[in-house]
């Protein structure tokens, strides 16, 4: 959502943000619904103080005993209580306008953001571990002879239909294990607080979330309203919807293992093999609540917070900063880790991490008091840490062995119960 006083402002600088995003010449359509939206509620103001003064001229006429007066006021009276209403409502309708226009309209990049159309232009800023030479072809995951016992697409299938798997034995002991693993790391070491929260949300949560109302087809929705969650930054951003905060109570710092659930609509015939691209999936998600000034150092050390497990589990990866056209709808910065997948022979993208500034706190009316001045929204930040699902590929594919069994990290196996390996016939042990 963005500040309406700041278009008003400084309209070129608000279109030649957006310019970098490939949009164009949306101050003057947003200027001209706010110029239109404030005549109404002057014209209300207007009609009102004649109302008012009407009112009091009613009283004057009457004790005068002037009757032709009095009609005519109290007939001035009714009138302008009409308009009034009429004037209130036309003025509500242009605000919803402005609203929903406001709404639909993505968040600024920051200066520093590297301009582009597409994933081809987002720029790598470091890289991290060797990709392992193999002395045998290497598969992808759901390939590799110990996994597929515990990897069943059909069944799942049968119950749900495609992009959906059951997991089974050793694959799923793995899974949990990385939930484990990352939430562990996630409260002991980088200081975030559990939370387990609803996957079930009003629409005011999504609306916060900038997930409602553009994207709202990527998104399930239940019969009676509620949407399932696409990621848990959805509840953890929205615990502070409508607060107004103490300056000295941030940053907040929260993660969440959780379902989501995403229709992934728009991407038929991408990565339909294998669980890479599933309807629904598991994340430990990390979500902060800052300070405007604090923000961009926040945006650093959460980056860091997920590239810490992806480091602890000996994976290689490689931090990219997207580009204005590959970066998401809410955010200002977005750092993408990619984990190599030598199944696939590439990196793939397994966590973002987003610093939106206000953008979504003005959605959810979430904001401080420093001390001694007045309220001022939070800024916001989210990223994957990570996604779960995601992982246990990269673990699978980067610990095969030519035997068709699986090497398993060293950092996972306190959460295995000390077992290291998941065999050709995939059994733990």
């Known amino acids: 959502m963005h500040d309406i006083r ?29 110029e239109a939206r404030r005549a109404k509620i002057l014209a209300a103001e207007t009609a009102q103080a004649a109302q008012n003064a009407a009112s009091r001229e009613v009283g004057a006429a009457k004790a ?13 009276v009714a009138e302008k209580k009409a308009e009034v209403a009429r ?42 571990g060797t990709p392992r030479e193999f002395d045998f072809k290497p598969v992808e995951h759901f390939e590799i002879a110990g996994v597929k016992p515990g990897m069943d697409f059909e069944t799942a299938a049968k119950l749900s239909g495609a992009r ?22 996630h409260t002991s070491e980088h200081g975030l607080t559990e939370t387990m929260t609803p996957v079930l949300v009003k629409d005011d949560a999504m609306y916060g979330t900038n997930q409602l109302p553009k994207f709202a087809e990527d998104s399930y929705q239940t019969t009676n309203g509620w949407w399932l969650i696409p990621t848990s930054e959805v509840t953890l951003t929205n615990t502070v919807a409508g607060d107004i905060l103490d300056e000295a109570a941030l940053p907040i710092r929260m993660t969440a ?19 890479l691209r599933q309807h629904q999936f598991e994340k430990v998600e990390m979500v902060s ?39 998401g709808f809410g955010a200002r910065k977005t750092h993408d880790l990619e984990v190599w997948l030598p199944g696939q022979n590439k990196y793939r993208e397994i966590s973002s991490v987003s610093v939106c500034g206000d953008f979504q706190a003005r959605r959810m009316n979430a904001r401080f008091r420093p001390a ?54 995939g059994t733990l042990v």
């Not at 400084?10 to 706010?34: T, Y």
């Not at 005068?64 to 001035?76: P, Q, T, V, Y």
């Not at 293992?257 to 669980?275: I, L, P, V, Y």
């Not at 090497?407 to 077992?419: N, R």
Request: aromatic fraction near 4%.
């Open 372 to 425: 001694g001045g007045k309220p001022d929204f939070v800024h916001t930040l989210n990223g994957s840490g990570l996604a779960v699902g995601r992982c246990l590929i990269a673990v699978l594919e980067n610990g095969q062995q030519a035997d068709g069994s699986v090497m398993l990290p060293e950092a996972l196996h306190p959460w295995l119960g000390g077992k290291s390996r998941l065999t050709a016939e």
């Open 6 to 34: 700041a278009i008003r402002e400084n309209p070129e600088a608000f279109d030649a943000a957006l310019g970098r995003r490939g949009l164009s010449g949306l101050s003057a359509e947003i200027l001209g619904v706010d």
């Open 87 to 128: 004037l209130n409502e036309e003025a509500e309708a242009e605000d919803a306008r402005l609203r929903n226009l406001l709404m639909t309209i993505p968040n600024l990049p920051l200066a520093d953001v590297p301009e582009g159309a597409d994933e081809n232009d987002n720029v790598e800023i470091r890289r991290w």
């Open 257 to 275: 293992h959780t379902q989501c659930f995403r229709s992934e609509a728009g991407s038929a015939g991408k990565d339909t093999s294998g669980m």
């Open 64 to 76: 005068k005993g002037d009757e032709a007066e009095f009609e005519r006021l109290r007939a001035l």
């Open 289 to 327: 609540i800052t300070t405007p000034d604090t923000s961009l150092a926040e945006h650093e050390r959460m980056t860091k917070c997920a590239e810490a497990v992806l480091e602890r589990l000996g994976l290689p990866y490689r931090t990219i900063v997207l580009c204005t056209g590959d970066m």
């Open 164 to 185: 959906f798997v059951l997991l089974r034995g050793g694959v799923a002991r793995i899974h949990r294990a990385l939930a484990q693993f990352m939430l562990d790391l």
